[in-house]
C-alpha cells in the first residue's frame, strides 16, 4: 500500500534524495568506498560541504556578511548556544509554544530574560501581534513556525535588536529576507535532512560581544572559522541536505516550494473548514502551512481514534496530533506531493459519509 508521510519530524524527504543517499551509502561516488567509511577531511568531502554552503545562501538570497554553518545538538542545543554567545544582560523573547519556552528556559540561565508577548492561556492557538521589542535587549527571538500548535509568522519581524528565528520546521518552505535576521537556526529533520544535522545561519558582526567565556565548542567562532570542521562533523546528514538543496534548486527554489505549500496547505484547509466533522485548532491568520492541526467538532470527539485507525488504514502516518493539542495534525513539508492531501482529504470525505 502506498503510504502517505505526515510525519511532524523526522518526515518526509524527496525520494530522489533518498535513493542518491542510498548510492552513496553503497558507494560513494563510484570511488568503490561507502561515504560511511570515509574522512571529513577526504579531498571528496569537502566539496559537499561547500556546495551545500553555497547552495543554502543562493536559494535563501543570505547577503554578505553572513556565514552557514553545520553543526550537532539539535535545535535543542541552539537555545543554550544563541544565549551563551549573544547574551550580556537581557534578551527578549515572543512565547509562541512548547518549544519557545524551551529556549527561553535556557536562556534564563545567562541573564534576563523578557516574554514580551504569549498565548500560552489561548493554549498557543494564536502569534501576539501586539508587543514591544526592548530596544535594550541583547537580541529578540522568535520561533517561526510552531510545529506543535500549528501556527506560523509568515512575516519577517522589523528589530531594533538582532533577531534570532528557530526556523526548525519552516526553513527553505518559502523566501524570507535574511537581512533581517541575526541568526536562523534549526533541526534540519523537518524540511531538510535526516536528524543529526543541525543549520545556523548567523550574521558574523554580532559575535565576540559578550564577556563570558564561551567553551570552544560552543563559540559560534568556532565553527565559522572552521567551516564546520573543527570536528567531525555529522557527514551522512550533511550529504542528505545537500542532495535536498539540489533538489529544491531543480525544483523552483524556495519560491516554487512556497507555490506548493501554500496550494497543498489551502485544499486542507479548506477541506477542513468546509467540513461537518472536523474542525482546525490554529486561528486562521496565524495558520502553518507546514503543520496543520485540527479536531474533531463536539459531537464527533468520540470518533477521533476511530479515524486514525481507519486514515492508517488507507496509507496515512503520522497524522496524531501532539497530546497537548491532541485531535490531528498534518505535516505538510516540502517533500509532502498535494497528491498526499487529497489522499487524506479523501479518507476524511469517506469516514464523514460513514459517521456524519
Ligand atoms: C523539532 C523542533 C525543535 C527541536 O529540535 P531538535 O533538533 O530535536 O532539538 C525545536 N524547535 C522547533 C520549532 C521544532 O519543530
Redesign the pocket.
Known sequence: MKKHNFNA?PSILPREVIEKTAQAVLDFQNDGLSILEISHRAKNFQPIVDEAVALFKELLNIPEGYSVIFLGG????QFCMVPFNLLEKKAAYLNTGV?AKKAMKEAKGFGEVVEVASSADANYTFIPKDFVIPADADYFHI?T???IYGTELLKDLDSPVPLVA?M??DILSRPVDVSKYGIIY??A??NLAPAGV?FVIIRNDILGKVSRHIPTMLDYRTHIDNGSMFNTPPVLPIYTALETLRWLKANGGVEGAEKRNIAKAELLYNAIDNSKMFVGTARKEDRSRMNICFVMKEEYKPLESEFITFATGKGMVGIKGHRSVGGFRASCYNALPIESVQALIDCMHEFEKLHA
Open positions: 519530524g539539535g535545535a535543542s542545543l518549544w520561533t513556525n510552531n510545529t528557530d526548525s520546521s534549526g533541526g529533520q523537518k543541525t
